[in-house]
């Protein structure tokens, strides 16, 4: 995979979210290991995304008296992340 296409269409993000078919992530896995831009993003983005689960999946809900709206994200976002098998 080309730097430019792996940016343009978003490669470190859909292969984060699993949103890659085999040959895209083995693509994107032989250009990372040899592109120090791609691999350093991966990095980052790999953290923020292992952070961002755990404060989703640890965090207790809410009841609804305290905070409807935020509790309700909450459950949307550990189904994401339970979809994802994060
Ligand atoms: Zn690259």
Redesign the pocket.
């Known amino acids: 995979m080309d ?1 430019d296409i ?2 343009q269409s978003m490669a470190r993000e859909r292969y984060l979210l699993e949103e890659m078919n085999e040959e895209e992530r083995s693509d994107y896995e032989q ?2 290991f040899s ?1 120090e ?2 691999k350093s993003g991966l990095t980052v983005a790999s953290d923020f995304f292992d952070k961002a689960r755990q404060v989703v999946c640890d965090r207790p809900l809410l009841s609804a008296s305290e905070g409807r709206p935020f509790s309700r994200l909450l459950r949307i976002c550990r189904s994401f992340f339970k979809r994802r098998r994060c």
Do not use: S, Y
Request: net charge negative; charged share 10%.
């Open positions: 730097h792996a940016i250009h990372f592109c831009e791609c």
